[in-house]
C-alpha cells in the first residue's frame, strides 16, 4: 500500500500524527506500505493542486481508488477502515491509536 501523507511545517501535532500513521501501517501492515511525506508549507501551489483543504492528511493513492483521512491518527481501527486497509489486515488492529 502506498501512502501519501500531507504536513504544514514542523506543527507537533502533525508530527504526532505522522507517527500514529507509521504505528498504525507498521501493526496493521507490516512490510507491505510505504509513507511519502509532503510538507505543503514548502510548496502551498501543490496543496491547491492536490485538493489539500486540511491537514494533517493521508490519502491511500496505491491500491486504487484514492483514500483520504484527516486527523491525529490514534485509532488505527478506523484509519484502517476510512483509507480501506486490506480486510485481513483490518481485524488485528487495536482501539486507541
Same mark, same amino acid.
Given at each position: 500500500?502506498?501512502?501519501?501523507?500531507?504536513?504544514?511545517? @514542523? &506543527? +507537533?501535532?502533525?508530527?504526532?500524527?505522522?507517527?500514529? %500513521?507509521? =504505528?498504525?501501517?507498521?501493526?496493521? !501492515?507490516?512490510?507491505?506500505? @510505504? &509513507? +511519502?511525506?509532503?510538507?505543503?508549507?514548502?510548496?502551498? %501551489?501543490? =496543496?491547491?493542486?492536490?485538493?489539500? !483543504?486540511?491537514?494533517?492528511?493521508?490519502?491511500?493513492?496505491?491500491?486504487?481508488?484514492?483514500?483520504?483521512?484527516?486527523?491525529?491518527?490514534?485509532?488505527?481501527?478506523?484509519?484502517?477502515?476510512?483509507?480501506?486497509?486490506?480486510?485481513?489486515?483490518?481485524?488485528?488492529?487495536?482501539?486507541?491509536?
Amino acid at each position: 500500500m502506498r501512502l501519501v501523507f500531507y504536513m504544514l511545517g @514542523s &506543527v +507537533e501535532e502533525h508530527k504526532v500524527a505522522l507517527a500514529n %500513521l507509521k =504505528a498504525a501501517c507498521e501493526e496493521l !501492515l507490516p512490510g507491505s506500505y @510505504s &509513507v +511519502e511525506v509532503v510538507d505543503i508549507e514548502a510548496d502551498p %501551489l501543490l =496543496a491547491v493542486r492536490q485538493g489539500i !483543504l486540511a491537514t494533517p492528511m493521508a490519502q491511500r493513492v496505491h491500491p486504487r481508488p484514492v483514500r483520504r483521512a484527516v486527523g491525529s491518527f490514534r485509532d488505527a481501527r478506523s484509519l484502517a477502515e476510512v483509507l480501506e486497509f486490506p480486510s485481513d489486515h483490518s481485524s488485528n488492529s487495536s482501539p486507541g491509536r
